[in-house]
């Protein structure tokens, strides 16, 4: 499971060609399905590759700290910012539409999503993609660039250019955290601020399978 082959292999299946095939089928819709195995696979390979680190360890819940946190929110109220004008801009119809329309269900899902959306998601594209294809792309600015642009390509299966576009600004934010802390913990806390922040925007709508049915209905 360490051999060059055997990660190169892995490394075009995991994401290459699944992602291709979801969005070449249009399977946005069982995504959840998708990410929950592939991170259940990335924690498995993670023990059985080194049995020596626990999920403790990948955690890392010590990183958590005001000093690590105050730069994070910083950058969160400003990307905020830049993502409400660009939705003022390009859809303003959707500008707080959830919170409008639906507000029960934000309520929810901002519960919801840090453990159900970020955390596996975090686990692949941060914890076993840095751990795992390091030696692919040697430089800490190359791994970061690498988790970036395949986080980007997963969420082309949306089929609209918002989604994956703002996924690689995501991608390449939280890269950064991970790289820096190598934290599970504080990157899923960031990814969790961000996604919640989407969907009370109304860029969520880029970013669940109801956009996706709205382009090829």
């Known amino acids: 499971m360490v051999s060059r082959s055997y990660l190169v292999l892995e490394f075009l299946i995991l994401c290459l060609l699944i992602p291709g095939l979801i969005i070449y089928n249009v399977w946005a819709p069982f995504m959840f399905l998708f990410l929950w195995s592939a991170a259940a696979y990335a924690a498995l390979i993670l023990r ?26 910083l950058r969160f109220a400003i ?15 959707r500008l707080f539409g959830l919170l409008t329309y639906r507000p029960e269900f934000l309520i929810t899902l901002m519960i919801l999503y ?4 970020a955390l596996p998601q975090e686990i692949i594209f941060c914890t076993f993609f840095f751990r ?29 250019p918002v989604a994956p576009t703002l996924s690689f600004f995501g991608g390449l934010i939280f890269a950064m955290t991970y790289a820096k802390t190598k934290s599970l913990a504080l990157v899923t806390i960031e990814h969790g601020l961000y996604g919640n922040a989407l969907f009370f ?14 382009r090829i209905g």
């Open 132 to 160: 795992r294809y390091q030696p692919f792309f040697g430089s800490q600015y190359g791994i970061i660039l690498a988790s970036a642009v395949i986080f980007a390509y997963a969420h082309i299966l949306y089929i609209n």
């Open 79 to 93: 990307a905020c910012c830049c993502m409400s004008l660009f939705l003022w801009w390009y859809d303003p119809a």
């Open 114 to 117: 840090p453990l159900l959306s």
């Open 48 to 73: 059985k590759t080194d049995p020596s680190r626990t999920w403790k360890d990948y955690w890392n819940a010590q990183a958590v700290t005001r000093k690590n946190m105050i730069p994070i929110l």
């Open 201 to 214: 925007i109304g860029l969520g709508y880029y970013f669940y399978s109801g956009g996706v049915m709205a």
